[in-house]
T-cell receptor, first 113, second 118 residues
Framework: QKEVEQNSGPLSVPEGAIASLNCTYSDRVSQSFFWYRQYSGKSPELIMS????GDKEDGRFTAQLNKASQYVSLLIRDSQPSDSATYLC?????????????FGQGTTLQVKP | GAVVSQHPSWVICKSGTSVKIECRSL??????MFWYRQFPKQSLMLMATSNEGSKATYEQGVEKDKFLINHASLTLSTLTVTSAHPEDSSFYIC??????????????FGPGTRLTVL
């Protein structure tokens, strides 16, 4: 059973701090990794994708990937109350070419003013 | 770019009726669309993969005769919940892959449809 694991939280950080969200996955051959943000009652929106080991930065967001450890993370710098949401980690099913993704259960982030 | 719409955004129906949900890619072509279901406080559960011009592929445990999927064009997929019951009440979300981005696995999500079956 291919799995994606996230700590459900809630993760609470003060405004302006760095929020660190973590995700592990079980399928060693996975190649595509995504972070989605989901506000309550809304559908997920894509924040970042990462395919290679190392860091990828986009504005206040940095995704980090370590395939050897099967670990992907998302750092949010200068956290804002508007960042309060559930963050979903998604990983492709590496052994297929269907484009299917497996989602973690999500980590709820609370940014306190 | 990469906008996906869903219609309706919410629907309330009586038990035993059928409900059709549309998913459209507005500014790109999508050979593949996915249908998810999300219950409160839970993550997205993939129901089926919808491929243009062919039969949908259903995930284990999803009844294909209850959840009818049609993907008749490169911009439209429909999900019909047949003989809906209260336990089918959920948030149904579709996503689509851009034909020009098949080298990635990026999925763009629609806004979702909230179904309530009385």
């Amino acid at each position: 059973q291919k799995e994606v694991e996230q700590n459900s939280g809630p993760l609470s950080v003060p405004e302006g701090a760095i929020a660190s969200l973590n995700c592990t996955y079980s399928d060693r051959v996975s190649q595509s990794f995504f972070w989605y943000r989901q506000y309550s009652g809304k559908s997920p929106e894509l924040i970042m994708s990462i395919y290679s080991n190392g860091d990828k930065e986009d504005g206040r967001f940095t995704a980090q990937l370590n395939k050897a450890s099967q670990y992907v993370s998302l750092l949010i710098r200068d956290s804002q109350p508007s960042d309060s949401a559930t963050y979903l980690c998604a990983v492709n099913i590496g052994s297929s070419n269907t484009g299917k993704l497996i989602f973690g259960q999500g980590t709820t982030l609370q940014v306190k003013p | 770019g990469a906008v996906v719409s869903q219609h309706p955004s919410w629907v309330i129906c009586k038990s035993g009726t059928s409900v059709k949900i549309e998913c459209r890619s507005l500014d790109f072509q999508a050979t593949t669309m996915f249908w998810y279901r999300q219950f409160p406080k839970q993550s997205l559960m993939l129901m089926a993969t919808s491929n243009e011009g062919s039969k949908a592929t259903y995930e284990q445990g999803v009844e294909k005769d209850k959840f009818l999927i049609n993907h008749a064009s490169l911009t439209l997929s429909t999900l019909t919940v047949t003989s809906a019951h209260p336990e089918d009440s959920s948030f149904y979300i579709c996503s689509a892959r851009d034909l020009k981005e098949l080298h990635t696995d990026t999925q763009y999500f629609g806004p979702g449809t909230r179904l309530t079956v009385l």
